[in-house]
């Protein structure tokens, strides 16, 4: 068995279980969100740095402590590329991959990071791919930029991993 520290604040899931209750569309305003999403992206950043995957991203794996800083929850499916096959891709835990993702899972990463960094600006679940410039009022100039390379729909376009991300947020 393995413990591990208690980490008090709200999930992201929560946190749009909360806004979806409200009616409206995000409690979290765009610089709160990229605030959020910056700190993610380093916290995974560093592990694809180190040649690793977080491979279990999902708004409930990510906290937000009442401080605003981040943790990032769930290291426990990481392992070194080439130890996953493209069946561990398959039943990764968010709505929906780029097809081209089999077998690249920091790219995976990264496709899922747009996915959740879409949801916080927006407080809706991209359904489709996106189209540069992303057509919603919350999402325009370096944003759009951030989630183009973040969501594009050929691996090769993404980032190469978070801490780039990060960077540019």
Same mark, same amino acid.
């Given at each position: 068995?393995?413990?591990?520290?208690?980490?008090?604040?709200?999930?992201? =899931?929560?946190?749009?279980?909360?806004?979806?209750?409200?009616?409206?569309?995000?409690?979290?305003?765009?610089? @709160?969100?990229?605030?959020?999403?910056?700190?993610?992206?380093?916290?995974?950043? *560093?592990? =694809?740095?180190? $040649?690793?995957?977080?491979?279990?991203?999902?708004?409930?794996?990510? #906290?937000?402590?009442?401080? $605003?800083?981040?943790?990032?929850?769930?290291? $426990?499916?990481?392992?070194?590329?080439?130890?996953?096959?493209?069946? =561990?891709?398959?039943?990764?835990?968010?709505?929906?991959?780029?097809?081209?993702?089999? $077998?690249?899972?920091? @790219?995976?990463? #990264?496709?899922?990071?747009?996915? #959740? *960094? *879409?949801?916080?600006?927006?407080?809706?679940?991209?359904?489709?791919?996106? =189209?540069?410039?992303?057509?919603?009022?919350?999402?325009?100039?370096?944003?759009?930029?951030?989630?183009?390379?973040?969501?594009?729909?050929?691996?090769?376009?993404? *980032?190469?991993?978070?801490? @780039?991300?990060?960077?540019?947020?």
């Amino acid at each position: 068995f393995y413990t591990r520290d208690f980490v008090e604040g709200l999930s992201l =899931h929560d946190i749009f279980l909360k806004s979806e209750a409200h009616e409206t569309p995000t409690l979290i305003s765009p610089s @709160s969100a990229t605030m959020i999403m910056q700190q993610v992206a380093l916290t995974v950043g *560093y592990a =694809h740095n180190k $040649g690793l995957s977080h491979q279990n991203l999902k708004p409930q794996n990510i #906290i937000v402590k009442e401080d $605003g800083t981040t943790s990032v929850l769930d290291f $426990g499916l990481v392992l070194p590329p080439g130890l996953v096959d493209s069946a =561990h891709c398959k039943s990764h835990p968010f709505h929906f991959l780029s097809p081209a993702d089999q $077998g690249d899972l920091v @790219s995976a990463d #990264i496709f899922t990071l747009g996915l #959740i *960094y *879409y949801k916080l600006l927006t407080g809706q679940m991209l359904t489709e791919p996106l =189209h540069f410039p992303p057509a919603h009022p919350k999402i325009s100039g370096q944003l759009g930029h951030i989630l183009t390379r973040c969501l594009h729909q050929n691996p090769e376009n993404r *980032y190469k991993n978070a801490s @780039s991300m990060a960077r540019d947020l």
